[in-house]
Each structure stands twice: as C-alpha cells, then as structure tokens.
C-alpha cells in the first residue's frame, strides 16, 4: 500500500476544497439567474407585486445582477414614487448604466406633472441626448424663469426632423411670445421639403397665418405629381412658401432624372430670385453627384448664392474627385466649414491634390500627421510618404496583472453575467461603462479579457480604443482559422481579405443578426445562403444551418469567390458587391478607369462606401497578421476598369 505525503494529501484537500466551492458559487449564480429571469418575465407583465418579491429574494441572494431588477421595479412604480425614493434609489445605484435612463424617465413624469422647479434642479444631472427632454427643459425655463429664455430654444425648431409630441407645446410658446417669426417657419418648411418630411412640412405651413388649408393640398401635388405642379403653375407664389414649394417639386424631378429638373425649371425660373435659383442648382447637383453624372461639378459652382450643407460639401468635393479635376478639388475643401475639412478624409484627399500640384512640403505636412492615425487613410497616407519618415506603433502585450485587476470590476462582473443570460446590449453598456477613461494599457487589458472570454466583438472594439499603444493581435484577431485557412484555399481567395470582411460584418460573433436578416459570421441573407448552397451541393440545408460556423464560413467564402470572379478579381468591386449586390457594383463605375481609392470613396451609399473603406484596411492589416505576402494598400484598391472595358472586351471577341 502506497503511503502519500502530507502535503500532497494537503494539496489534494485544497483542490477538493476549491472545487466544492466553485461548484457551489455556480450553483448559487444558476438559482440567482432563474430569479433574475423571473423577475424580467414580472417586468414585462407589468406585476409590479412579483417583481417586488423576486427584487427582495435577489437582494437576499446578493445576487449580482440585483440593481436591475430593482431598476426594474422602479420604472413599474415611478409615477407613485415619491421625489425622496427615487433620489434615494438614484443615489444609490448612480453609476450604473441604467441610472441616467431611470432619471430621464422620471424628468418626463415631473413635466407631465408640472414640477418644473424639481425639473430644472435634476435635469442638470441628466447627460443622455433626448430631444423630448431637451423640449421640456426650454418650457420648464419660460415657466420658471420667463419667455426670454425662449430665443435659446430656437436650434430645436430649425431641425428637419419631426420632434417628439411635447415639443409642440414649447412651439406653441415660442409662436405666442414671437420667438419664432415668419422666417423661421419658412426656414424650417425649407429643411422639411429638402428632406422630403411632407407631414411635417404641413404641420409648419399650418402654423403660418399666411396660408390656408388649401395649402396643404398644393403640398400633395408637388410631391406626388411634380411636373404636374410645374406645368399648371397653380402654386400661388405671393409668399415664400409658394417658392419653397416649387422648389420642392423641382427636387422630386433631380431625384430620378436632372435633365427633367432643368427643363422645367425654366418654366418657373422667372419665380425665383438669385438665392433660390443658387439652391435649385445645389439640390441638383447632390442628387445629380450621387449619380456619379459628370456635369454635377458644373452645377454646383452655379449654387454660388446658397449656403451649401454638410452633405452637399461632401459631394461637391466627390464629384471634383471623380473626375480627376484636384484643382476643383482644392478649392472645395477651402471652402468647407474648417471642421468637416479637418477630418481624415478630406485632409487626406486635400494632400492628395496639394501633391498633384507639386506643393510638397504642404502635402507631405498633412501626410505625416495622418500618417499616425491608425485608419484607412492613415496607411495610405504612410503610403506616400518615403519609409523613413512615417511613424511606427507601439506595440504593447498587457500583463497578467492588469488583466486580473480589470477583472475585479463590478461592471465586468455585471457584464459577464449579462452576457451569459444574453442581454447582450445591457452587456455592451456594462463594458462601456468598465472601459470608460482606462489608459492605453488598462484598454489592452481589458481586450484582452474579452478575448480570453470568446467575445470578439468587445475585444476588437476596445482594442480598437488605444490612441499612442496598440496590439494588433487584438484589434485583428483570428479566430476560427482550422474553418477559415481551407475554406479560403479551397475558393482561391485571400485569406486576410476574407477576414477583413467577417471582422467588419460580425466581429467573429456567430450569432450576430442584422436589422435586414443577414445571419451568421459573414452575414449572409437567407434566400442567397439557401441559393449558394445549391450551388455547393449541400442538398439538405435549411435557415438554421446559417449559425453553423463551418457551413456559414463554406457559404461566404463561395460567395466571395462568385463576386470576386464577377470583376476579374478586383476586390474593391466585389466588397462593394458583397455589401450592396453586383449590379450597383458594376453601375459605379466610371467611363474612364478610376483609381480604386477613388472608386470607393464615390460610391452613392455610405454605408457600402464605409464598408469597402473598412473591409479593405482589414485586409491590408491581416495580410500582416497571417504572414501571407503583404503589398501597399494603394495598389491593393487597385485599379477600376471603365464602364465601357467589359463591353469593349466582348466586342473584341466577337470580331475575332
């Protein structure tokens, strides 16, 4: 018979020991879950007597997750609440992330209870951006401190979005005190018609006493049928709000065809003066810009007499771009407001032109700067700079005890035990909350817990963070590489560009699901994962198959290799078709060949245009993180054929 030491026999009963109470403590966060669980279900029934039984049984617990059932309690008995119990319950719990949402809460039952010296005193603490809140704040100030106070309310009205219901009432103020004058009313019917709001734009012609309930009728008929409009000229123009209107009929024809809009524009031209021709002229171009139509650039220098908005500013220097005039380009960016032309794009595009123009020494000043900027133009940007001059990252590897100290948070542990019952956005807002004002390093960290705990979306999120240390290990992770390294092999496409699509599709996150019903790590749509896999020979797939790594990975990867073959191997175009289908791939194209930077830059939708920026830098990153062959990022996007090349090319074969 064997004899074991002492200690061993003492290690032994410590492990034995460790594992009672880990059992017991998972034990204890499984019967807290059921509770916790049950109390959500009280919550949605709206039994305010359950949930108040299941809060104290959760308390008893010191069960983790408790506050939000108490959370929970309080919106269900918020309007019988007196002041004291939720300034004790806010006090209480005022760092956690429900807290700002309760307290905007209980400022909508103060204003609807006309409480507005209490209002005022807790809307100072209040940080969220509501506009129904922002509206009650004007109000409770003219009630308490008098209509002066009103002109500071006017940004809300010059807004083209219709505003929540009780911001009428602030409007009705402003109207009887004079704040809001003529035109204002004007100016926002404007903004409403630019952004086809119909209904608000009535709601605003009402609010005028130049107008009759005739009005509203003329509103229908230049939206539904605006050259109807034009060509009867039965809009009576003895106010601005007739111009406004033609304007607007005008603006429906340049949405589908801007040779319609300029013809009849003629028949009405003599209405307008210098100013409102000028904004014909922009909202023609913007729509004419986004249908990449070469004459936009002309008609917006004809909008001389107009202010141009963000977005227009935006297309402006697009159309410019697309058409290689940087002359044209340099001049738009001037003319920009200073902030939208200090962002990266611009700066970017700008230095671009400047060195077009052989202005080195500007251009290679706004190249270094974003040369440090880890982005998509930052490695461009790194990319016309000589090799000695761009900035190199610092690589950091978070130590084991930072991990461990970040892990000791209550929000992490709030966040773990969310993410575990699948409250995956309370989850999220816990991370935030842990990851909010950590440095470099503490960020690190933190990513690297996330990725430990299989969360990849939190992990490349945070990673993502660092401003002066980075890990790129964490910011471009590769999980999955036994399902993805083949399935790339098999379809003869780059790895690292695979990976830069499911990084910016799902973060790795397999259940991921969009607003649209892609599914899966590559996000594919039901009826072309059903379409794909006939193709692929599995005979027995069905919707639930989507999920499945390995079959979800088979089906992207097949798809990706169909649209990179659909252009010749250009992967900008097949990103672009990945996000927005192949034929608004092809249709973006331009008559002559575009530089891929450019082509991705102009396409109409921001978010495919966003996407293909971001897919590519991902690829260009992961080619580093693979070890596969790495080539500048410029000549990754390419080189985009003309419009015309595929025609071209089968005319070729034809008359061989």
Known sequence: MTILPVKFLHFAQCLFLA???????????????????????????????????????LNEQQYVLAPYAAYWSMLLNLELASDAEVEAFLSQYQTLPFADRLRGEWLKVLAKQQNWLKFLEVSTQYQLDDAAITCYVAEANAVVHGVNTLASAKPLWLRAKEQPSNCNRLYDRMQAA??????????????????????????IANRSSLL????SKQIDLANTSPQLAINKRSIATHTRYGKELYLFALLRMAKTDSAQALEAMKKVQSLLNAEEKSYFYALLA???????????YSWFRLAEHTTLNKEQFEWYARSALRAGDWKALLEVTNAMPSDQADE???????????????????????????????????????EELESSMSAQAVVYTPSEEDIVAF??????????????????????????????????????????????????????????????????????????RDLMKPAANNQA??????????????????????????????????????????????????????????????????????????????????????????????KWRANTPLEGAIYAETIPFSETRNYVKRVMENAHLYAQRLGLKVIPLKARLGVIPSKYSEEQAFNSTINE
Do not use: C
């Open 493 to 586: 496409i780059d790895e690292a560009w695979a990976y830069g699509i499911i990084r910016q599709e799902s973060r790795f996150m397999h259940y991921a699901k969009s607003n649209v019903g892609a599914a899966g790590l590559m996000q594919i749509m039901p009826a072309t994962a059903k379409w794909i896999a006939k193709k692929v020979g599995i005979t027995n797939y069905d919707n639930s198959m989507i999920h499945d790594l390995d079959a979800n990975i088979t089906l992207g990867t097949h798809y990706m290799k169909y649209a990179l073959d659909q252009f010749d191997g250009q992967e900008v175009m097949a990103t672009a078709a990945y996000n927005a289908g192949p034929s608004r791939a092809k």
């Open 286 to 296: 913007h729509e004419a810009a986004k249908r990449q139509e070469a004459e936009a």
């Open 407 to 480: 892990t000791k948070l209550d929000a992490v542990k709030r966040a773990e035990a969310l993410q575990r019952l699948d409250f995956r956005w309370e989850s999220k807002q816990e991370w935030a909350l842990a990851t909010s004002g950590l440095d470099d390093r503490q960020l690190l960290a933190a990513a690297e817990y996330a990725f430990r705990k299989k969360w990849f979306d939190l992990s490349v999120l945070t990673a993502d963070k660092t401003t002066e240390m980075h890990n790129f290990d964490l910011r471009y992770p590769t999980p999955y």
């Open 19 to 57: 594992g009672l109470t880990l059992f017991a403590n998972q034990a204890h966060a499984e019967r807290g879950d059921e509770t916790f669980l049950a109390a959500k279900a009280a919550y949605d029934q709206k039994n305010s007597l359950a949930l108040s039984e299941l809060v104290n049984q």
């Open 178 to 203: 004079q704040v809001l004058t003529e035109e204002d009313l004007i100016a926002r019917f404007r903004l409403a018609l630019a952004d086809s709001r119909v209904t608000l734009a009535k709601g």
């Open 212 to 215: 009759d309930a005739a009005f």
């Open 344 to 382: 990266a794009t611009w700066r970017y595009w700008r230095a671009r032109a400047l060195k077009a123009h052989n202005n080195l020494l500007e251009a290679n000043a706004l190249f270094a700067k974003l040369s440090t900027e880890r982005h998509f133009y930052g490695w461009l940007a790194q």
